[in-house]
């Protein structure tokens, strides 16, 4: 059974794929180790609350943790910058929960939950990401909702 | 604020020719009219402005200049400038609405309709008069002392003289060994003459020290070469035999001598009031209340010229401290934040030809019922008093020779009345090497005074630490102490320490959470163990996955050590986005493209080429302050073709993304101005070239000026050269940016080798002890001992570690590769170069509107009006 589908630069909207796949954004050759990449995705591939007509798409920061062989998928925008710039931040720790912090102004988000540690009332959308068999994959059709 | 009151005072005027009833409008405005411009009328003018003084203020002065620093007269003698002692400019005080006439002296005053008349007929109207005359200098009634080369030293144009004197002098003789004739003798040694000292009492210093210490000091400095005669007083100076005077003395002895300088104690500059009818003391000085009220209500005086409770008072802290009480009395009469002047602590430590000496108090043991300790080693040249009460529990007063390390304790424990320990002998002698008990910090009172120059008490420090200070440095911008004469420095750092200690700050210099070293620890362990990367650092000094705090510090460290690619494999995840990019990151997430222009010197080609890129990819053009050209607007992906033209065109990477060497700011110098003395933009490119690539904690910044005109503004950067006659003087440490520092004159006279060593060394030692993002101002600023430390690493090799900084420099000059030219030729390094890991397309948030000709980023609510394509949908929670 084919369970996932591979996305490149010519993606197009109307690609069919069902809740629950899990979709190949890249190799894992192409991520940069302890740090970040971002990846163009159409939003209703990723996002519940995106549908095909809305032509709309997703930037995704995805980050490649070696020391503790994690990747990490987040939204790309910057929501206190106000920039898709989240994939240039320098990632790390803060009392042990893996984070990204802003290459703007520094602010510190958590990759686990997206929340921002100084500004809690900003949240980065997060999404469920794996390496398989050397391919970088993005679940499709459900946000991450591990902070609950 | 002030207003600005331009010509207010002016009455009747040669200048202007106007009336005394042709006065300006605002009457109801007070008046503060201040005749004399020395230290402390100048900061009697800063009080009022500090005041929010609704007055008029204005000022004039004797002097053909304004206020300049006279406590570091000597110091023109080692290089410093005119310039670098003035304590203001008349545009400083234009700015400020403060009215100023320089060579304005005042010979009369009407206290009737209140007003006072200069020398030269000028007529200035007052509500409240300051008098701020100081002081000058008294020449013994001596035959023949009014010669040409007979002069005295108080002023700046005095320092002239002397210099002028100097040049066609041999021997010089100071008349006068008290600390003003000592440093006078200092100042006569350095310009190479053969120096005596005569003095009419038996010893030196006779006001400050006691027989003993008088002799020693009289020794030590005879070994410096300065020749001492003592019990000398002079009958006449008649023309020389071998030089052009000759000093006969009443014992029938004689000395030959070029030039005669007189310091044989000051007089109070009283004279006005002496002929207005103001109240002065039996033996001169202006009579003052605790408020620095003269006998006539509306007359103040301050300063050198006052006289209170029958004392005159010959040093700068208690001038201040009566210009600030006088202040607050004109502005808010005597209420709760006037404070009275009560008198003033007179102790003084200073260091005379290299010798140290101290007086506290009652240094003779004046006080009935008095007794002393005292204690003398002959071969260290040391000499130590103490004078306590006839109980043994307080102490009176001190007296230190050679070694003054005890100064700050014994002081506090005469001002502050502090119990004595069992044995007050303790105090000043050490057996076995056991320190000295030293009063702790802790056992200060809140009113101790800590810095008496800027009159910050230990209370004053505890309010700031209460507010949120939380560092020397932020101690020190904040309550001013220790910005003046600076003697208080080892005292504030441990009150500061002990206050920190005590609120449960842990005086912590972790880097972060995940190292528990400062940034200078790991640079330390990262040199000793030859750590390369920052997985190895981790994994055996620290814990977590690092942040972006230790990270870009780590990669900071690797590469002013090892100087590795620092787009390396290893290295790439540690640095900043703007390393990462080579470029500065903009608010919009493009990046700024700063090609090096060494020195400002650019050939129409390479503008021409840069033009044609910016054109070619639609770049914002701005010449930046450090004399070169910054592009805006490029996306990430065009970087790497940006780049490939600028480098084939001959450019490379200007590091402005970097903490390391920026720019090497020059004038045009000696090539082409009339003034130069020096090729500055020669040294400039030279230096930029000799230091580009070398990353540091923060940015650093230098300048080259070829004169002392300084068009460079060369004083304002980490480092700073100005170009002299003889070579080449250096200033290090000077900022620019939020808080502006002016550089302190480190070396005079450098040839270039010396100036390059003393730079690499400099550098090092900064790029290996600073903490992290700290400039070299408040790196300086937190070392102890400040300038005087460094010169001591840097010039006398304090530390013995010149060799390694050296060596440390000379690696990162060998290795310098232009990162740009390495990243384009580098496939791997390319591949980062992208908006998208699976997409060719731009990023759509990235949108510019026009402007004056050129692109910028458009606003949020630009995009918002011209988006029909959203980019994300943000979620808030
Ligand atoms: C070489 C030297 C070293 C010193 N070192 C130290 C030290 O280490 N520590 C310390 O505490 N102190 C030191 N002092 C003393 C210190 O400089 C003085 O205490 C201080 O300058 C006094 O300031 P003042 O404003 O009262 O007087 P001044 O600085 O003398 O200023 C008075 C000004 O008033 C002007 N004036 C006088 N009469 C008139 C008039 N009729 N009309 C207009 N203007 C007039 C004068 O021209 C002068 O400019 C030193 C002094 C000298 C000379
Ligand atoms: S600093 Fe001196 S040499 Fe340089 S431009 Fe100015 S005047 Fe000329």
């Known amino acids: ?148 | 604020m002030i207003p600005v009151a331009v010509g207010f005072f002016y009455l009747k005027g040669i200048k202007m020719g106007q009336s005394i009833d042709n006065q300006s409008t605002s009457i109801h405005q007070t008046k503060v009219l201040i005749i004399g411009n020395g230290m402390v009328g100048h900061y009697f003018v800063e009080q009022l402005l500090l005041q929010q003084a609704t007055v008029s203020i204005c000022v004039l002065s004797g002097e053909s200049r304004p206020a300049y620093d006279r406590v570091h007269l000597s110091e023109f003698f080692s290089g410093k400038t005119e310039q670098d002692l003035l304590l203001t400019t008349e545009q400083e005080y234009i700015d400020k609405g403060v009215e100023f006439h320089s060579n304005s002296k005042v010979d009369f005053i009407n206290k009737q309709d209140k007003w006072v008349r200069t020398t030269s007929g000028n007529e200035y109207h007052y509500d409240i008069l300051v008098l701020a005359t100081g002081s000058y200098p008294f020449v013994p009634p001596i035959p023949g002392n009014d010669q040409p080369h007979c002069l005295v030293y108080r002023t700046i144009d005095d320092l002239h003289d002397i210099e002028a004197s100097a040049k066609c002098s041999e021997v010089g003789v100071v008349v006068g060994g008290g600390l003003l004739g000592l440093e006078a003798a200092n100042a006569l040694k350095e310009a190479g003459l053969e120096t005596h000292v005569v003095e009419f009492a038996p010893q030196l210093m006779a006001v400050q020290v006691d027989e003993a210490g008088g002799e020693l000091l009289k020794q030590k400095i005879q070994a410096l070469g300065v020749n001492v005669h003592t019990q000398k007083a002079t009958q006449e100076i008649v023309k020389g035999d071998t030089c052009r005077y000759k000093m006969v003395f009443a014992d029938g002895t004689y000395l030959e001598t070029d030039l005669i300088l007189f310091s044989a104690g000051i007089r109070p500059s009283d004279s006005l009031a002496r002929e207005f009818d103001i109240k002065i003391g039996d033996r001169g000085g202006i009579t003052i209340n605790d408020y620095c009220q003269t006998s006539e209500e509306s007359v103040y005086a301050i300063g050198e010229c006052a006289l209170w409770n029958n004392r005159i008072f010959g040093l700068v802290a208690p001038g201040y401290s009566m210009a600030r009480t006088a202040a607050s009395h004109i502005l808010s009469g005597v209420s709760e934040q006037t404070p009275a002047f009560l008198g003033a602590d007179m102790s003084t430590k200073l260091k005379l030809m290299g010798v140290e000496v101290g007086s506290i108090g009652d240094a003779h043991g004046n006080t009935a019922g008095a007794q002393t300790y005292s204690f003398e080693n002959e071969p260290k040249g040391i000499y130590k008093k103490i004078v306590v009460d006839s109980t043994e529990e307080k102490l009176l007063g001190a007296v230190l020779i050679g070694d003054t390390s005890q100064y700050d304790t014994l002081l506090q424990y005469m001002l502050n009345g502090i119990t004595l320990p069992e044995a007050p002998e303790s105090l000043i002698m050490s057996f076995d090497g056991a320190e000295a008990p030293s009063v702790g910090a802790d056992s200060l009172p809140d009113t101790a005074s800590i810095c008496s120059c800027h009159n910050v008490t230990k209370g004053d420090i505890v309010t700031a630490l209460d507010n949120g200070e939380n560092s020397l440095a932020g101690i020190k911008t904040c309550t001013k102490a220790s910005t003046g004469c600076g003697g208080c420095a080892a005292l504030l750092k441990s009150v500061v320490d002990s206050e920190l200690e005590k609120r449960g700050v842990e005086v912590n210099t972790d880097i972060c959470e995940h190292f528990a070293h400062s940034r200078q620890d790991l640079f330390n362990i990262v040199q000793v163990e030859q750590i390369a990367t920052f997985d190895d650092l981790l994994s055996s000094h620290g814990k977590g996955l690092g942040c972006d705090i230790c990270k870009p510090a780590a990669a900071s460290i690797f590469a002013s050590l090892n100087n590795e690619f620092v787009l390396k494999k290893p290295h790439i995840g540690l640095q900043d986005t703007n390393d990462t990019y080579l470029g500065n990151m903009q608010k919009d997430g493009t990046y700024s493209v700063v090609p090096r222009v060494a020195g400002g010197e650019i050939t129409p080609d390479k503008l021409i080429v840069l033009g044609q890129v910016a054109k070619k990819y639609a770049l914002y053009t701005k010449i930046t302050g450090g004399q070169r050209i910054d592009l805006f607007g490029a996306q990430v992906q065009d970087l790497p073709q940006i780049w490939s033209i600028l480098v084939e065109a001959g450019f490379e990477t200007g590091h402005a993304y970097a903490k390391a060497l920026r720019t090497v700011k020059s004038c045009v110098g000696s090539t082409w101005c009339r003034y130069g003395v020096q090729d500055s933009v020669g040294l400039a490119i030279d230096l930029e070239n000799r230091y580009k690539g070398l990353r540091a904690p923060h940015k650093i910044k230098f300048a080259v000026s070829g004169c002392t005109r300084e068009c460079a503004e060369a004083q304002s950067k980490d480092i700073g050269v100005i170009a002299t006659e003889n070579g080449w003087n250096l200033y290090v440490c000077g900022n620019g940016g939020m808080k502006p520092r002016h550089g302190d004159l480190f070396a005079t006279d450098l040839d270039t080798d010396t100036l390059v060593k003393y730079i690499d060394r400099i550098l090092s030692f900064y790029v290996k002890t600073a903490d992290r993002l700290q400039r070299t101002a408040t790196w300086m600023d937190n070392l102890e001992g400040g300038l005087a430390y460094l010169q001591d690493v840097i010039i006398n090799d304090s530390l013995g570690l010149n060799q390694t900084l050296e060596s440390q420099m000379e690696k990162v000059v060998d290795t310098y590769e232009c990162e740009w030219k390495k990243a384009i030729s580098n496939p791997e390094s390319l591949k980062r170069f992208r908006q998208f890991v699976n997409s060719d397309k731009t990023d759509s948030n990235i949108q510019f509107v026009e402007e004056r000709g050129q692109i910028r980023p458009a606003t949020e609510d630009e995009k918002s009006q011209s988006n029909n394509q959203s980019i994300d949908i943000i979620e808030l929670v």
């Open chain 1, 1 to 148: 059974m084919q369970d996932t589908q591979t996305l490149s630069s010519n993606t197009t909207s109307e690609m069919k794929v069902i809740a629950g796949d899990w979709i190949t954004v890249c190799t894992k050759n192409d991520l940069v180790e302890n740090s970040g990449v971002c990846a163009l995705l159409p939003a209703h591939l990723v996002r519940g609350d995106a549908k095909i007509e809305d032509n709309l798409e997703v930037q995704i920061a995805i980050f490649y943790i070696k020391q503790i062989n994690k990747v990490f998928a987040i939204s790309n925008y910057d929501p206190i910058g106000k920039a898709n710039v989240m994939y240039r931040g320098i990632v790390g720790s803060i009392s042990d929960e893996p984070m990204v912090s802003s290459p703007l102004y520094k602010q510190h988000f958590s990759l686990e939950t997206g929340i921002c540690f100084e500004k809690p009332e900003y949240m980065l959308r997060t999404y469920l990401c794996r390496i398989q068999d050397n391919l970088v994959q993005v679940k499709v059709g459900s946000i991450n909702h591990s902070s609950q």
